[in-house]
Antibody, heavy 118, light 108 residues
């Protein structure tokens, strides 16, 4: 069965950077685009970024563009989200999610919590 | 950006009841709408996509309808495990994918 596991979260200071990882298993990884979605404590869902199955195209939320880079290594079944110049409002659980069919968010990982605090 | 609006924000219902949740898009999204369920402390789960297609393993008591800008999710007979937050999500025109603010189903 499909499994996604995020890692790399933690408590970081404002202005610093963090790289989140998403490890996938149980699927033909090269066939799937991967999204990142975040959820601030007690709030709703916010789409962050997406990378296509071949890694050639990346899409970002306008509010975060310039501070994010999404990448993947298909040989390792891994996706990465680099977050730069972190702000307190970036505090959230970050989920990686498979793309079933151009925007359908299918399988979700359990998430990793990023807390931006001094 | 397409804005998704859900109503009501909270719904108090009793087990066994039939419940309908609403979702409205700020412009037509054709049938590119999904519903997700999120229980406390868990990741969201895909329930329905393309307005009315149930995801793998989703019980038949969940059904969706609508097109254009108005959509509904119906749960025919609420079970205890259905008390959760439900989000609608559009994927007709993205990026960005956008979500409604959620409807919380709570036990009456």
């Amino acid at each position: 069965q499909v499994q996604l596991v995020e890692s790399g979260g933690g408590v970081v200071q404002p202005g610093t950077s963090l790289r989140l990882s998403c490890a996938a298993s149980g699927l033909k990884f090269r066939r799937y685009g991967i999204h990142w979605v975040r959820q601030a404590p007690g709030k709703g869902l916010e789409w962050v970024a997406m990378i296509t199955s071949d890694g050639n195209d990346q899409y970002y939320a306008d509010s975060l563009r310039g501070r994010l880079t999404v990448s993947r290594d298909n040989s390792k079944y891994m996706v990465y989200l680099q977050l730069n110049s972190l702000r307190r409002e970036d505090t959230a659980v970050y989920y990686c999610v498979t793309d079933k069919d151009w925007g359908i968010l299918n399988s979700w990982g359990p998430g990793t919590l990023v807390t931006v605090s001094s | 950006e397409i804005v998704m609006t859900q109503s009501p924000a909270t719904l108090s219902v009793s087990p066994g009841e039939r419940v309908t949740l609403s979702c409205r898009a700020s412009q037509s999204i054709r049938t590119k709408l999904a519903w997700l369920q999120q229980k406390p402390g868990q990741a969201p789960r895909l329930l329905i996509y393309d307005v009315s297609t149930r995801a793998t393993g989703i019980p038949a008591r969940f059904s969706g309808s609508g097109s254009g800008t108005e959509f509904t999710l119906t749960i025919s007979s609420l079970q205890s495990e259905d008390f959760a937050v439900y989000y609608c999500q559009q994927y007709n025109d993205w990026p960005p994918v956008t979500f409604g603010q959620g409807t919380k189903l709570e036990i009456k």
